[in-house]
């Protein structure tokens, strides 16, 4: 039986980071997060690209031109969503969702969604490196295991 897994390894990969300028303190953390995790991992930092769009609804588009740039080993999402008054937060953090897995898919290079989807502000500090880690880096370590398993299908490499 072959078994195919991705490592956490960055060497050689590159990356970018896709940020929402809405809740922007917020979206901060999480890419000094991503940025820190993947620097860890050997990523070097000449090798991730920041991107910054106005809020979590134009990721998607975003996302989507970088992948059919074929720069990138993978796309890391970051952003914050935090609910108001009214249900508009519902619709956004959906179509994002849906969208940057549409890239996902149909571009075949990993997206990870590491945009918060909270009720309350101290809930997106919380997951911004506070009580609950730090969304930013766990959404930067799924994008490089993510690649890394990809790039061992692609080359059919086998690991133990």
């Not at 039986?1 to 917020?26: D, P, W």
């Amino acid at each position: 039986m072959k078994i195919y897994q991705g490592n956490m390894i960055g060497t050689g990969l590159r990356f970018a980071i896709v940020a929402s300028r809405f809740n922007e303190f917020i979206t901060s953390k999480l890419i000094d997060g991503a940025k820190d995790a993947l620097l860890r991992h050997d990523v070097r930092h000449q090798d991730i690209d920041l991107f910054w769009v106005p809020g979590a609804w134009e990721q998607p588009l975003t996302a989507k031109e970088i992948a059919l740039s074929g720069k990138y080993d993978a796309i890391i999402s970051v952003g914050a969503v935090i609910k108001g008054d009214t249900s508009h937060d519902v619709y956004v953090a959906s179509e994002a969702a849906k969208g940057l897995a549409m890239v996902s898919l149909e571009q075949r290079v990993p997206v990870a969604f590491g945009i918060l989807t909270c009720d309350t502000l101290d809930q997106a500090i919380e997951r911004a490196g506070v009580k609950a880690g730090n969304k930013g880096a766990d959404a930067a370590l799924a994008a490089l295991e993510a690649a890394n398993l990809l790039a061992n299908i692609r080359n059919g490499a086998e690991e133990e």
